[in-house]
């Protein structure tokens, strides 16, 4: 597995993905906007906002999508994950796991990056757990209805 740069190549993949059950991509997901609407979103954003493929090794299939990036939250300059999706067609088959080892190794080289955030919607269990095995742990704090997670590489 790898991350790879979105590109005329593979943007439409991308855009493609979706979490939604019945395979359609829609604008709003349940638990997170789609990847057509992170990539109008990252090319408007001030900050460097890095946008990933999730790319299978057999077939260099995209599996799956990521944002990350610097973002303000509670009045702070913070690293955080902004979305990570793998599609419906390929979850619980312990690519997400991977995934998400390959992003943090992304994210622990940009300049300054101690620490990472993250938001769960309620009822995430799934998501959770999977940020769990990382070492992210719930601050406490709950933003516009998310519960806020850190994981500190210190
Ligand atoms: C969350 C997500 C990225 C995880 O990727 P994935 O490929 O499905 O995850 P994996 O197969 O690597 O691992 C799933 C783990 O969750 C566990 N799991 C599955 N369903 C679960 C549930 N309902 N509650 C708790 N744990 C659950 C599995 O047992 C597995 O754990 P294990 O490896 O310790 O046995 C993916 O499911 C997804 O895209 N979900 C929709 C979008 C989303 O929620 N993104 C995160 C936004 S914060």
Request: charge should be negative; aromatic fraction near 10%.
């Amino acid at each position: 597995m790898k991350l790879c740069d979105i590109t005329k190549d593979n943007y439409f993949d991308v855009v493609m993905l979706t979490t939604n059950e019945d395979h359609n991509p829609t604008v709003m997901e349940r638990n997170l906007a789609s990847n057509a609407f992170s990539l109008v979103e990252a090319s408007f954003e001030e900050r460097p906002i890095y946008t990933k493929a999730i790319v299978h090794d057999r077939g260099d299939t995209v599996i799956g999508f990521c944002m990350y990036g610097k973002n303000e939250i509670l009045g702070k300059e913070v690293y955080s994950l902004l979305r990570f999706m793998i599609d419906v067609s390929f979850q619980c088959k312990g690519y997400g796991t991977e995934a998400l080892g390959l992003i943090l190794e992304e994210m622990k080289k940009l300049d300054g990056c101690k620490e990472i955030y993250l938001k769960i919607t309620p009822g995430n269990t799934r998501a959770r757990h999977v940020y769990h095995k990382y070492g992210f742990r719930s601050t406490g704090d709950v933003i516009d209805g998310e519960r806020l997670y850190r994981l500190s590489l210190e």
